[in-house]
């Protein structure tokens, strides 16, 4: 099973490796990356302070600071997993997992980055700011990644079950051709937002210490605080409801 997941725009840098872009998932997206990052490298260079601001969606010269780094092969790199440090990524708890469950994530977590959008969560990537959204200049990157991975994709997956648990935004960049799943959070009644990042990131923990292989598993899959309430299915999306609270 393959699960499709967001980034986070918040960020902690582990200084592990160097970045190299040729070892991204998907080699035939490196023209697109390598032309997304010089514009992306220009604006740094540039560093026009309304156009960084609008870039990295940031307002304070503090915040902005640390992220004013060029990419190349000398930036400091580490793994997608562990860059990425949102709401899902810290109820995730990657550090914390057994090494077997760490494998699983790597293995099989596919994470859509803004800036170079779909790699694997064991990929090494550096320290960057894209706000979800934001172009680079003349490059519109949900549109290039969407339009130059999508069959890459389909293909990357074509053996694998599906779970789909990204923000609905990355749509734009991918929508699985062939039958997935996604997930649904209720709490009294009522579709939860930030909650639901939280519960992202508890069921890709589950998933991933239990070695969950398939949808089927999945459904089995005991999750503490959350209770499948229903199933609804259209065309080749299923949805599964839960309940918070129990």
Not at 133 to 139: A, E, H, L, Y
Request: aromatic share 12%; charged share 30%.
């Amino acid at each position: 099973m393959k699960i499709l997941l967001a980034p986070s725009e918040t960020k902690t840098l582990y200084k592990d490796t160097v970045f190299d872009i040729n070892n991204l998932l998907f080699t035939d997206l490196l023209p697109h990356r390598k032309d997304i990052i010089e514009e992306y490298n220009k604006i740094i260079e540039y560093n026009n302070p309304k156009e960084i601001r609008e870039m990295f969606g940031l307002k304070k010269d503090s915040d902005i600071l640390q992220y004013l780094k060029i990419i190349n092969d000398k930036s400091i790199a580490c793994k997608a997993i562990k860059l990425y440090t949102g709401v899902a990524f810290d109820y995730l708890g990657y550090d914390l997992l057994e090494t077997k469950a760490k494998n699983y994530i790597e293995k099989n977590v596919i994470i859509f980055s803004n800036l170079f959008g779909p790699v694997s969560a064991g990929d090494n990537l550096p320290l960057y700011r894209l706000q979800q959204g934001k172009n680079v200049r003349n490059q519109k990157t949900d549109e290039i990644y969407k339009k130059y991975s999508s069959s890459l994709l389909d293909e990357y997956l074509k053996d694998d079950d599906i779970l789909d648990i990204r923000a609905g935004y990355y749509d734009k960049f991918y929508i699985p051709n062939k039958n997935y799943t996604i997930l649904k959070f209720l709490k009294d009644g009522k579709v939860v937002s930030h909650w639901a990042k939280a519960y992202r990131g508890k069921v890709l923990q589950e998933l991933a210490k239990n070695d969950i292989q398939n949808i089927n598993d999945f459904l089995a899959l005991n999750i503490d605080g959350l209770q499948i309430v229903e199933l609804q299915t259209k065309k080749n999306k299923t949805e599964i409801i839960y309940k918070i609270g129990i």
